[in-house]
């Protein structure tokens, strides 16, 4: 029963930078992988980044490598993501999701909770 909350979206310009925080609550953080996914209008939610329960190993769309950087806070229960060089194509809504007892993928149908989104908005 784990709850997931967003911050830090906003709109930006393009070449900017934005860190995404996901704070949870309900249960032990070290129990779950985290992943972020967003959602840009008329487009399929899409993983973006994920983190193993020991905060130890990660994962990222080929689209964001290089780019952005998932860390994960166990005692605090925070999960971040920073974002930088960020494009307008990295517009959308953005999602924190935590999977239990999960090893971290970017799919979808792996998660069970998740948070209710972040606005993301990358300015030409």
């Known amino acids: 029963q784990l709850q997931l909350v967003e911050s830090g979206g906003g709109v930006v310009q393009s070449g900017g930078s934005l860190r995404l925080s996901c704070a949870a609550s309900g249960g032990s953080l070290n129990f779950y992988a985290i992943g972020w996914f967003r959602q840009a209008p008329g487009k399929e939610r899409e993983g973006v980044s994920s983190?193993?329960?020991?905060?130890?190993?990660?994962l990222y769309a080929d689209s964001v490598k290089g780019r952005f950087t998932i860390s994960k806070d166990n005692a605090r229960k925070i999960v971040y993501l920073q974002m930088n060089h960020l494009k307008p194509e990295d517009s959308g809504i953005y999602y924190c999701?935590?999977?239990?007892?999960?090893?971290?993928?970017?799919?979808?149908?792996?998660?069970?909770?998740w948070g209710q989104g972040t606005q993301v908005t990358v300015s030409s």
């Open positions: 983190v193993n329960r020991r905060g130890d190993a990660t």
């Open positions: 999701a935590a999977d239990f007892l999960g090893g971290g993928t970017l799919l979808l149908g792996d998660y069970n909770f």
